[in-house]
Nanobody
Framework: QVHLVESGGGSVQSGGSLRLSCAAF????????MGWLRQAPGKERGGVAA????????YYADSVKGRFTISQDNAKSTVYLQMHSLKPEGTAMYYC????WGGGSWINQNEYNYWGQGTQVTVSS
């Protein structure tokens, strides 16, 4: 079992920055992949970024490449999402998720076993 706790969401103007944090508790040694996914009203939840905990390989959605950075602090069992140059279309609930296996598509919400409660990010124009 893994418990994920997110923090760092909030409201920011277009072009601003935010850093999200996700602390993992429990069987963290079994986590293979951590992801950040977001869901805007009326839209499906989809992947923003992911990191493979073993080697640190990262993946990003095309819409955030060059602006978002996912990183991990293994000592703290924490994953971060640094977001720069935020756009209004980035307004969504952001979720941290953990997977015990590294297969499938990191973008697909169905490939994750555990979820945080979500943190709201609102970007105003």
């Amino acid at each position: 079992q893994v418990h994920l706790v997110e923090s760092g969401g909030g409201s920011v103007q277009s072009g601003g920055s935010l850093r999200l944090s996700c602390a993992a508790f429990g069987d963290t040694a079994s986590i293979t992949r951590m992801g950040w996914l977001r869901q805007a009203p009326g839209k499906e939840r989809g992947g923003v970024a992911a990191i493979y905990t073993g080697g640190g390989t990262t993946y990003y959605a095309d819409s955030v490449k060059g602006r978002f950075t996912i990183s991990q602090d293994n000592a703290k069992s924490t994953v971060y999402l640094q977001m720069h140059s935020l756009k209004p279309e980035g307004t969504a609930m952001y979720y941290c998720a953990a997977s015990f296996w590294g297969g499938g598509s990191w973008i697909n919400q169905n490939e994750y076993n555990y979820w945080g409660q979500g943190t709201q990010v609102t970007v105003s124009s």
